[in-house]
């Protein structure tokens, strides 16, 4: 019975550090799709900003919870707002420069190689965030 009662905090550790999957990961799934590569990597970039959403959410709700003076939960708040306004920044320039490594490619091809770069960094944030409050000290 012991081992039993060890084994599901490690199955619900592992569930919860699953890895993003990689623009090229992105694409490859989606590169069998019937409708077509672009319609799949722009359902899966919707469906990453629905899942950053969640996990804003989740942080918002997590500090109202939170048992810390309130000058520091009003500075976590802060910091916040600063990251997810530098990660929006940071997720433009990057998924540009992966657009260019199309070289000469048509806009369709460069379009496709943006958005699965954007579900990506989107995916990694709300991974991030969870990760980062999954441990705060609830009230």
């Known amino acids: 019975m012991f081992g039993?009662?060890?084994?599901?905090?490690?199955?619900?550790?592992?569930?919860?550090?699953?890895?993003?999957q990689s623009e090229r990961e992105l694409r490859g799934e989606c590169s069998y799709e019937i409708t077509g590569v672009r319609e799949c990597l722009q359902r899966k970039q919707e469906a990453s900003e629905v899942e950053l959403k969640r996990a804003e959410e989740k942080v918002r709700v997590a500090f109202a919870k939170w048992d810390e003076d309130v000058k520091y939960?009003?500075?976590?708040?802060?910091?916040?707002?600063?990251?997810?306004?530098?990660?929006?920044?940071?997720r433009k320039a990057q998924c540009a420069f992966a657009s260019s490594l199309g070289g000469g490619a048509i806009g369709n091809a460069?379009?496709?190689?943006?958005?699965?770069?954007?579900?990506?960094?989107?995916?990694?944030?709300?991974?991030?965030?969870?990760?980062?409050?999954?441990?705060?000290?609830?009230?």
């Open 4 to 20: 039993c009662s060890c084994f599901f905090p490690l199955v619900s550790i592992a569930a919860s550090h699953t890895s993003a």
């Open 73 to 90: 939960v009003n500075l976590a708040k802060i910091r916040l707002a600063a990251s997810k306004k530098a990660f929006i920044k940071y």
């Open 110 to 139: 460069l379009e496709m190689q943006r958005l699965a770069c954007v579900a990506e960094l989107n995916n990694r944030r709300a991974a991030q965030l969870r990760d980062a409050v999954s441990d705060l000290p609830l009230k």
